[in-house]
Every structure is written in structure tokens, then in C-alpha cells.
């Protein structure tokens, strides 16, 4: 996965896009061992919940998880 990188103010500190949008709704393929892609990044926890339960509705067979980081907040297999 391309990460893509924004320099914030005059120090040039280099942010990733997921150090700005800690939250990510990922689908995982079918036997639940590999992320297929992300479908959303979030700011905040209420957000990435909705789009979790929205992705859920959409991909009612797939495996989605809700993750902030590499912690899993939310597994649809759950």
C-alpha cells in the first residue's frame, strides 16, 4: 500500500495520511488472511463506526474490520 506523505507548517514534519486519519475499514479477502484494500479512513471513532456498519451492509459476506493502527477496534467475523 502507497502511503502518501504532506508536509504540516514551516518545521516540515512529514505526516502520513494515516497519522491524520488514524482509523481504517478494511476488507479482507475471503478466507480472512490478507487485506484486500482499504475502503475508508476516518478521523474519529464515531465516524469509522457508521462506515464500518455501512461497509458491512454493503459486503454482507466479506470480512471488514475497523482498526485504528494495527489494533482491531471492530471484526465483522465477530
Same mark, same amino acid.
Given at each position: 500500500?502507497? /502511503?502518501?506523505?504532506?508536509?504540516? @507548517?514551516?518545521? @516540515?514534519?512529514?505526516?502520513?495520511?494515516? +497519522?491524520?486519519?488514524?482509523?481504517? =475499514? /478494511?476488507?479482507?479477502? +475471503? @478466507? @480472512?488472511?490478507? *487485506? /484486500? &484494500?482499504?475502503?475508508?479512513?476516518?478521523?474519529?471513532?464515531?465516524?469509522?463506526?457508521?462506515?464500518?456498519?455501512?461497509?458491512?451492509?454493503?459486503?454482507?459476506?466479506?470480512? =471488514?474490520?475497523?482498526? &485504528?493502527?494495527? *489494533?482491531?477496534?471492530?471484526?465483522?467475523?465477530?
Amino acid at each position: 500500500m502507497i /502511503e502518501r506523505t504532506a508536509k504540516m @507548517g514551516r518545521l @516540515g514534519i512529514v505526516a502520513t495520511q494515516s +497519522d491524520k486519519l488514524p482509523y481504517s =475499514i /478494511e476488507l479482507w479477502d +475471503d @478466507g @480472512g488472511q490478507a *487485506r /484486500e &484494500r482499504v475502503l475508508a479512513r476516518a478521523l474519529d471513532a464515531q465516524l469509522a463506526n457508521a462506515i464500518f456498519h455501512a461497509a458491512r451492509k454493503e459486503h454482507p459476506e466479506a470480512r =471488514i474490520l475497523l482498526r &485504528r493502527g494495527q *489494533r482491531t477496534i471492530a471484526d465483522s467475523a465477530d
